[in-house]
């Protein structure tokens, strides 16, 4: 063992509560964190030796890849970096846990007890089969995140083997009929389960994500001895070294249905009052013979410090340019039976985008999972809506969002973006892409007439 501070690198380009108290847990047990991202992070290559700045003795990977178009540069990142230095969470693990069908496929070639569950590349095949998951199943795209780009659809109808660019898989659903919907969220961290809580379904839904809005409850005390086991062999199995592993039970015992290698902390803590942070922390120092004092771990465990940690790198010199977005924009609206381009009108003042009842119904978005109030000028208290999963694609980005439907028919354009899409652009509501190619500018605006 050393006495020197271990230099902990945590590997994330994103400004994620659980990288902050990683980082802050770092310190709080003596040692030396490094936050590696874009604004500081650099790898060189010098008459063959290699070097790392900021210089670390061990990283802990929590890249996110679940919600970026592009996982396989990022994965290479975190691949050069781990070439080089000892790292948590490899790249090849975390690749397989990302994709939620080689999730499915590793467990069960390891005995694990998963979801029936049939990924195939053409539309025949995929819908040939689908019978056997009877009248209603399971249909995920096989990366996604809190939630997003997972469906519970109606077998009776076809559905595609694509959602947008992702590849999407249907799984068998499994429910107990004669209790609110839950699942069990497991954090285990080495060989260790730090904390477990059951997570209900919000009303009107059925998926459990607290990123949802999904209710949680401390299970570390009271969890069946079955689900425990299955969790920390899982972890084991997909050769993560921290991970959310998530199962829910049947009537013939437990079943995984994921396993989270950038699981986030606010439910859990929530439920347990236990933070994974400085177990991620300690587990990493200990990688490299670094020493910890296991009763720091506990007392720093019982908070959640996710405050800008004193290794954040100073902020660019001036905020990266937002891509611009027109007032009307040609998109891809995506459901679960088919992709439609259609044109779309940008509102800022609408919190969530909106489809036309038609337009939803033809590509197959939904089912419906609940229904909200959306405010109106002219209505008091607001109008009832139904609302749908829906990915809409915009140039190069698709974005899975909750979407209300109503009757757009008396309209100009089915779709309405909201700033659940709009907070990632900027507007320019003189860009249209619903005016004449000979009407517009190189940069998409409409050109003014000369008086």
């Not at 467990?107 to 009248?135: C, Q, Y």
């Amino acid at each position: 063992m050393t006495t020197d501070p271990v230099r902990v690198g945590v590997l994330s380009l994103h400004n994620s509560k659980e990288t902050k108290a990683i980082c802050n847990a770092v310190e709080g047990l003596g040692h030396e964190p490094v936050w590696l991202r874009e604004e500081n992070a650099a790898i060189s290559v010098d008459d063959g030796d290699v070097s790392v700045e900021p210089a670390v003795d061990v990283i802990a990977n929590r890249l996110l890849l679940s919600n970026t178009d592009q996982p396989a540069e990022l994965l290479g990142l975190a691949a050069t970096f781990e070439r080089i230095r000892p790292m948590l969470n490899e790249p090849n693990a975390v690749l397989a846990s990302i994709h939620k069908f080689a999730t499915a496929a590793t467990l069960a070639d390891w005995n694990i007890r998963v979801p029936d569950a049939l990924l195939a590349l053409s539309n025949d095949r995929l819908n040939e089969d689908r019978e056997r998951f009877g009248d209603v199943g399971v249909y995920k795209t096989a990366i996604g995140t809190h939630g997003g780009g997972t469906w519970k659809v109606d077998l009776t109808e076809r559905v595609n083997p694509k959602v947008g660019n992702r590849q999407a898989f249907l799984q068998q659903l499994i429910d107990r009929d004669d209790e609110k919907h839950r699942d069990l969220r497991v954090y285990v961290v080495g060989d260790e389960i730090i904390g477990s809580m059951y997570r209900y379904a919000p009303e009107g839904d059925w998926r459990t994500n607290v990123a949802l809005g999904g209710a949680v409850e401390d299970a570390t005390d009271d969890m069946p001895e079955e689900a425990a086991d299955t969790a920390l062999y899982a972890a084991e199995v997909m050769g993560l070294d921290y991970a959310g592993v998530d199962l829910v039970e049947g009537y013939d015992g437990w079943y995984v249905l994921e396993v989270n290698p950038t699981a986030g902390f606010k439910g859990l803590f929530e439920a347990t009052g236990t933070s994974p942070a400085p177990h991620i922390a300690k587990l990493a120092i200990e990688t490299v013979n670094g020493e910890v004092d296991d009763d720091d771990v506990e007392r720093i465990a019982g908070t959640l410090d996710d405050s800008r940690p004193s290794c954040a790198p100073k902020p660019k010199s001036r905020p990266s340019e937002q891509p611009v977005i027109g007032y009307i924009e040609e998109v891809v609206a995506t459901g679960t039976s088919g992709s439609v381009q259609a044109f779309a009108k940008s509102d800022t003042g609408a919190t969530r985008t909106s489809i036309d009842t038609s337009l939803a119904a033809e590509i197959g978005a939904g089912p419906i999972k609940s229904m909200t109030r959306v405010k109106s000028g002219s209505v008091k208290g607001g109008k009832a809506r139904p609302v749908v999963d829906l990915v809409i694609g915009i140039g190069g980005n698709q974005h899975t969002v909750t979407a209300s439907v109503e009757d757009r028919g008396h309209m100009d354009y089915p779709l309405l973006l909201g700033r659940d899409i709009l907070s990632d652009y900027r507007v320019n509501v003189r860009k249209r892409a619903d005016t004449d190619e000979t009407e517009r500018g190189e940069s998409g605006e409409i050109l003014e007439e000369e008086e």
